[in-house]
């Protein structure tokens, strides 16, 4: 028995976390929980949760919306990355956790607590970024971790939480692990452990699938300012706003499901899929509007670091100082990043079928052109490839002899 008298715990609504509380208090010797839980735009009333960490023995709750810092602080930065985990995954569910990690450690300072906790398992990624954006931001916090302890399977956990009034899941348990916010879901478990079958219909409710997607093709417009997508269709919103159009359009049409095996921090392969129907059509459309408008060398570069930034927010390292130093190097990058990219809608994809930057287009048709208006110097081509290639010639000479 370890000796705490406040401790503030990362609180879900789940049986799991719901365990933690009389968990902390029996077996870690902790006088008060206080539980806090997090509106990511879920979608949910959160208000029972409040409540159900009350019931189950926390002296104290808290609920807060953090979905305004959310988008504009964790999303937004991430489609100006194109940040795209092993080329895939748009990083919904560990955009979040960095945020949460982040009020927990204000909140455990406001009230003098003397540790914090999170409910994860041994097992996944998100342990990983709670533990290290909370030491990050605060090394001298204690971080409690109940369920990386406790070896009690699902069926003990349900009875462990009985004796301490949490109440048994009511409805038939879903097979799934689901995890939710307004940049989309991840769903992992039950049937999809069979890694050779086809995703269920049953674990997809943010995007229509091919058959009810409508037979008619939609044509949108994204504008970007600073690389920031600020209108859908010419009507300028606000980042939430933003978000929550272009997951119903994306989403209508059955755009951004993903079904991927992918790389977890802990060293196993699992199978996720993914439902991000705004974040990837807004990362799609953000793509473009910087192949128009920022030069061939830091777009190389900028690719490179791209996949560094994925690897680092999924890896856990969103407070670190080579995260912070590569958001210094994209930002840089992105006041050039206006513009408007046209994309059309249909059946489960979204294609660019145009684009446009009346402040900062690198492209010239005076240059590209295939007209009589061409200006580009076809004769400087001759010695400009002769220089080029001449490691190439020597080379070639070299092997004559
Ligand atoms: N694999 C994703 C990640 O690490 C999602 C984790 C949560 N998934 C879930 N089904 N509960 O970011």
């Given at each position: 028995m370890r000796n705490f008298k406040k401790v503030v715990l990362a609180y879900s609504g789940g049986v799991d976390t719901s365990a933690c509380i009389p968990y902390l208090m029996n077996?870690?010797?902790?006088?008060e929980v206080v539980a806090f839980a997090a509106d990511?735009?879920?979608?949910?009333?959160l208000e029972p949760i409040r409540k159900k960490a009350l019931d189950a023995g926390a002296s104290d709750s808290f609920l807060d919306n953090l979905i305004a810092p959310f988008i504009e602080e964790f999303a937004f930065p991430a489609i100006r990355a194109n940040a795209l985990y092993e080329g895939k995954y748009p990083l919904s569910t560990a955009l979040a956790r960095p945020l949460i990690s982040r009020r927990l450690v204000e909140i455990a300072q406001e009230l003098g607590a003397d540790a914090v906790a999170h409910g994860c398992t041994g097992k996944g990624n998100d342990q990983v970024r709670f533990d290290i954006a909370i030491a990050t931001l605060a090394p001298e916090l204690k971080v409690l971790t109940p369920a990386r302890e406790w070896d009690m399977s699902r069926e003990e956990l349900i009875s462990y939480g009985e004796r301490y009034g949490i109440p048994a899941p009511v409805t038939k348990k879903s097979p799934y692990s689901i995890d939710l916010n307004l940049l989309g879901r991840s769903i992992e478990a039950g049937p999809l452990e069979d890694i050779s079958k086809a995703p269920p219909e049953e674990v997809f409710q943010l995007t229509s699938s091919l058959e009810e997607a409508p037979d008619i093709p939609q044509e949108i417009e994204i504008s970007f300012e600073s690389g920031n997508p600020v209108a859908i269709d010419g009507i300028t919103m606000d980042p939430i706003s933003i978000i929550s159009k272009a997951n119903t359009l994306a989403g209508k049409h059955g755009f951004g499901r993903i079904d991927m095996i992918e790389n977890r921090v802990v060293g196993i392969k699992s199978r996720e899929i993914y439902e991000t129907p705004g974040l990837l059509l807004l990362i799609k459309a953000h793509q473009e509007i910087e192949s128009l408008t920022l030069s061939s060398d830091v777009l190389r570069t900028k690719l490179t670091l791209e996949r560094q930034w994925a690897d680092l927010v999924y890896q856990g390292f969103w407070f670190s100082p080579l995260k912070n130093a590569l958001d210094g190097f994209i930002n840089c990058t992105q006041?050039?990043?206006n513009g408007t990219v046209r994309i059309k809608l249909y059946k489960g994809s979204a294609n660019v079928i145009g684009r446009q930057s009346l402040t900062n287009s690198l492209y010239f048709s005076d240059y590209s052109t295939y007209t009589s208006r061409d200006k580009f110097e076809h004769k400087s081509a001759e010695g400009f490839i002769y220089i080029w290639g001449l490691p190439c010639r020597l080379w070639a000479h070299s092997k004559r002899k």
């Open positions: 077996e870690y010797g902790v006088e990511l735009g879920q979608g949910e009333e006041k050039d990043v």
